[in-house]
């Protein structure tokens, strides 16, 4: 999540950018594959890279049919629009990204409500939660329509059966289901289950390529035919239709096979990362998959990470340390050095 605001930046050298997972570069070989990738226009679903992307996704998650976006914000965006018509209603976290950080564009855009509910601690919404909000046939009310869930949560990954509960309130209820899985693999890492296993109970998945699998740009909706072919006129009602994507959707294919299954690295990194911030007693720290968090204690002058070839964002209230792949050996070395030294 690009929303964290940063520290200044380090005047020499980064020995490594704990910002966030977006901040990854494209590889040697993802470089050599974007080179070589044979394209086509995509607006014309002539791209054959984009289309190998596509069935890929919709294959490895058990559904038919699937669509590339440039942003996990318009990937969502476009499953809102999707789902729902003017006057009807998203019920979703108050936390989670598609009430909190994606501008209300289903809002402003689709005249989408957004309807906020309260997080659990696990990243989770409370079924009872979920059922209080659905509206009854009433014409004072909008028509509670799509059911948006999110995992991970703030780098926590929702178990399944938390996860299943909320599902069943949603289908009881009438309503379709959204998953915003811009996390979706660290997710299916840190649970021990299968692709299918997370997206199997949802309607429409969203899945971002450029945050912990490290491609430069993009995210993938997958879902139903028909409801992808809607989102793929919404993409290009909202500019989002590209035209030689393949160069994009090469980067995308060589993350699903090469970065995807290194993701367990970066969770061990980000634990090992948590103890030793435990160790130096440095304030309160929590972590889960690629993340930790450091709430500060009274008088530590965090800004000084810098001066240590640090980037990171400023604690509000607390710092997020994301792990990733351009974090290297010597990189995590140097981060845990530079925590010691401003202990």
């Given at each position: 999540?690009?929303?964290?605001?940063?520290?200044?930046?380090?005047?020499?050298?980064?020995?490594?950018?704990?910002?966030?997972?977006?901040?990854?570069?494209?590889?040697?070989?993802?470089?050599?594959?974007?080179?070589?990738?044979?394209?086509?226009?995509?607006?014309?679903?002539?791209?054959?890279?984009?289309?190998?992307?596509?069935?890929?996704?919709?294959?490895?998650?058990?559904?038919?049919?699937?669509?590339?976006?440039?942003?996990?914000?318009?990937?969502?965006?476009?499953?809102?629009?999707?789902?729902?018509?003017?006057?009807?209603?998203?019920?979703?976290g108050e936390a989670y990204h598609v009430i909190r950080y994606e501008a209300a564009g289903?809002?402003?855009?689709?005249?989408?409500?957004?309807?906020?509910?309260?997080?659990?601690?696990?990243?989770?919404?409370?079924?009872?939660?979920?059922?209080?909000?659905?509206?009854?046939?009433?014409?004072?009310?909008?028509?509670?329509?799509?059911?948006?869930?999110?995992?991970?949560?703030?780098?926590?990954?929702?178990?399944?059966?938390?996860?299943?509960?909320?599902?069943?309130?949603?289908?009881?209820?009438?309503?379709?289901?959204?998953?915003?899985?811009?996390?979706?693999?660290?997710?299916?890492?840190?649970?021990?289950?299968?692709?299918?296993?997370?997206?199997?109970?949802?309607?429409?998945?969203?899945?971002?390529?450029?945050?912990?699998?490290?491609?430069?740009?993009?995210?993938?909706?997958?879902?139903?035919?028909?409801?992808?072919?809607?989102?793929?006129?919404?993409?290009?009602?909202?500019?989002?239709?590209?035209?030689?994507?393949?160069?994009?959707?090469?980067?995308?294919?060589?993350?699903?096979?090469?970065?995807?299954?290194?993701?367990?690295?970066?969770?061990?990194?980000?634990?090992?990362?948590?103890?030793?911030?435990?160790?130096?007693?440095?304030g309160d720290v929590t972590q889960a998959t690629n993340m930790?968090?450091?709430?500060?204690?009274?008088?530590?002058?965090?800004?000084?990470?810098?001066?240590?070839?640090?980037?990171?964002?400023?604690?509000?209230?607390?710092?997020?340390?994301?792990?990733?792949?351009?974090?290297?050996?010597?990189?995590?070395?140097?981060?845990?050095?530079?925590?010691?030294?401003?202990?």
């Amino acid at each position: 999540m690009s929303h964290y605001t940063a520290i200044a930046a380090p005047t020499g050298p980064i020995l490594a950018d704990l910002r966030s997972d977006t901040v990854t570069q494209p590889c040697s070989g993802m470089r050599d594959a974007m080179a070589r990738a044979e394209v086509g226009d995509d607006v014309y679903g002539d791209d054959p890279n984009v289309n190998r992307l596509e069935a890929t996704l919709a294959e490895r998650l058990g559904k038919e049919a699937a669509l590339f976006a440039p942003s996990g914000t318009q990937s969502n965006l476009l499953a809102m629009l999707a789902h729902c018509g003017r006057g009807e209603e998203v019920i979703a976290g108050e936390a989670y990204h598609v009430i909190r950080y994606e501008a209300a564009g289903a809002s402003v855009l689709g005249g989408v409500a957004l309807h906020a509910l309260p997080v659990a601690e696990d990243g989770a919404l409370e079924a009872d939660d979920i059922t209080a909000a659905i509206k009854e046939d009433d014409s004072h009310h909008p028509i509670s329509r799509l059911l948006s869930l999110e995992n991970t949560h703030y780098g926590r990954a929702v178990p399944l059966p938390r996860m299943q509960a909320t599902v069943e309130a949603g289908r009881a209820g009438g309503l379709s289901l959204h998953l915003d899985g811009a996390r979706f693999f660290n997710a299916i890492t840190a649970l021990g289950c299968s692709e299918t296993d997370l997206a199997g109970p949802f309607d429409t998945v969203s899945i971002c390529l450029s945050k912990g699998l490290g491609a430069p740009v993009g995210s993938v909706l997958v879902g139903p035919a028909d409801l992808i072919a809607r989102a793929r006129r919404m993409r290009k009602m909202l500019g989002g239709g590209m035209r030689q994507a393949g160069v994009l959707a090469a980067a995308g294919l060589y993350a699903l096979e090469h970065n995807a299954p290194r993701l367990a690295e970066d969770h061990a990194r980000a634990e090992a990362l948590a103890a030793h911030l435990r160790g130096l007693g440095l304030g309160d720290v929590t972590q889960a998959t690629n993340m930790v968090f450091l709430t500060p204690r009274d008088g530590l002058d965090l800004g000084s990470l810098a001066d240590h070839g640090l980037r990171v964002s400023a604690p509000e209230p607390a710092m997020r340390l994301v792990m990733h792949r351009d974090i290297d050996d010597a990189g995590f070395t140097a981060l845990k050095e530079a925590f010691a030294a401003i202990a």
